[in-house]
C-alpha cells in the first residue's frame, strides 16, 4: 500500500473547506507513538480510539468509551485510519459533514507495545494489527495501564473488543467516561465546545 494510500478513506469522506479538521499526511513515528481519545457526538455519542501505528492513527469507535475494569469488554469498531495531526484536533465538524458534531480530546499521551516487550513473541504493532491482537500499555491522564484490542473474528470484520488488562492500574470503582466527561486540552466540556466555536 503506497503512503498516500493509507489516507485515502479520510480524505475521501471529507470536505476540508467546510470542516475544521486537518488534511494531514503519513508522517514519520517519534521515538514514542502517542494515543488520543476523542469524545465525539455524531449521530451517537462515542469514543474514538486512536493509536500512532507506522505513521498514521489507527481508530477504533468506541460507542461505551474505554472502561478501568477489566471485567468489562467494550465494543471497538475500526474505523478509517487517521492523520497523526489529528491528535490536537478539537471543535465542531459543521452540520451536513461527515461525522458532524462535538469533538473533544477526553485523553492522550504515549504508549507502549506490550507484545514487543515479551520475549517470544515480539510482535510489532503492524503484526498485531494484521493478527487482530494488540496489547498496549497507556500513558495518559485518565487511562493509564495495559489494555488489550482484541478482533472478534474474521480480518475482514470491524469488529473488535477494548478491555482493560488486569494489572496494577485496573481499577472497577473508577468510571472516568462519567466522572470526568471534560478534555484535557481545554477543560472545556462538549457544550462548552458547542457554545464557543458554534
Ligand atoms: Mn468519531
Known sequence: ????????????????RKSPEP??????????????????????????????????????????????????????????????????????IPEGEYGAGPVLVWDRGSFRNLRDEREGDRASLGTSLEEGKLEVWLEGEKLSGGYALIRTGEPETKRWLLVKMDDERADARRNPTRTEPASVLSGRTLEEIVETES
Open 23 to 92: 488534511s494531514g499526511d503519513v508522517t514519520a513515528s517519534g521515538d514514542e507513538p502517542r494515543f488520543v481519545v476523542q469524545k465525539h457526538a455524531a449521530t451517537a455519542l462515542h469514543y474514538d480510539l486512536r493509536l500512532e501505528i507506522d505513521g498514521v492513527l489507527v481508530s477504533w469507535s468506541v460507542p461505551k468509551g474505554p472502561s478501568t475494569d477489566p471485567r468489562e469488554r467494550r465494543l471497538a469498531l475500526r474505523t478509517e485510519d487517521h492523520p497523526i495531526d489529528y491528535v490536537e484536533f478539537e471543535g465542531v
Open 1 to 16: 500500500m503506497g503512503r498516500r494510500d493509507r489516507l485515502a478513506s479520510y480524505r475521501g469522506n471529507r470536505d476540508f
